[in-house]
């Protein structure tokens, strides 16, 4: 696989479920981002990692939880979520240093109900 | 990071040149002007960016005033799978992990 890949594409969960997103990049890349997208709203920048190390959390509620085990690897976990989270969850990569060219992969789509 | 200020819209006929414009007048001699789209229910794609000169790539040209508060974002022959909303984004020459994205320009491209 080539790129930014993310699993799982769309995910339907409970308030009280608990689930993670996942995110791989085949870039050689060493920062990886998560971002927020909800409806007619810009885009926002919810959690930074660059050199596996945690250097950016834009005031993201403890509901979402990164981890970045490797260079490679980027999860969110997610447990009692609120409706109003219900958005297009993006994962990014880019080389440290090339910040601003970012890649992107499809994200998912994610429901609470 | 300056402010920009792009169209809402627009359309372009396909296999025509796409001319998409910018307008950031407060932008400081160290920051670069970026490009992004977003096609329909996928992540965003970096295009291009610049600083002063003319620049191109495989997908497009970006063309910046002498004065740099403006800038234009060329597709030379639009297809249908460039239907996307395009976004200009200033940032500080030394990069930023934060990509502001507004509002950007819809562009269809019309068969």
């Known amino acids: 696989e080539t790129g930014v890949t993310q699993t799982p594409r769309h995910l339907v969960m409970g308030m009280t479920n608990k689930k993670s997103l996942k995110c791989e990049q085949h870039l050689g890349h060493n920062a990886m981002y998560w971002y927020k997208q909800s409806a007619k709203k810009p885009l926002e920048l919810m959690f930074v990692?660059?050199?596996?190390?945690?250097?950016e959390n834009n005031s993201v509620p403890s509901r979402f939880s990164p981890e970045c085990p490797n260079s490679s690897h980027l999860f969110l976990h997610l447990h009692t979520l609120q409706p109003e989270d219900s958005a297009l969850y993006l994962c990014?990569?880019?080389?440290?240093?090339?910040?601003?060219?970012?890649?992107f992969g499809p994200g998912t789509r994610l429901t609470v109900l | 990071d300056a402010k920009t200020t792009q169209p809402t819209s627009m359309d372009c006929a396909e296999g025509r040149a796409a001319n998409l414009p910018c307008n950031h007048s407060t932008i400081s001699g160290n920051e670069y002007v970026y490009w992004y789209r977003q096609i329909h229910s996928q992540g965003p794609q970096y295009i291009i960016h610049?600083?002063?000169n003319n620049e191109t790539n495989e997908m497009a040209s970006l063309i910046i005033t002498e004065d740099r508060k403006s800038s234009t974002l060329i597709l030379p022959h639009a297809t249908l799978r460039d239907t996307a909303v395009y976004y200009c984004i200033v940032i500080h020459g030394a990069g930023s992990y934060q990509l502001t994205f507004g509002k950007g320009t819809k562009l269809s491209v019309i068969p």
């Open positions: 990014a990569s880019s080389l440290e240093g090339q910040q601003s060219e970012q890649f």
């Open positions: 610049g600083l002063k």
């Open positions: 990692y660059s050199l596996e190390e945690r250097v």
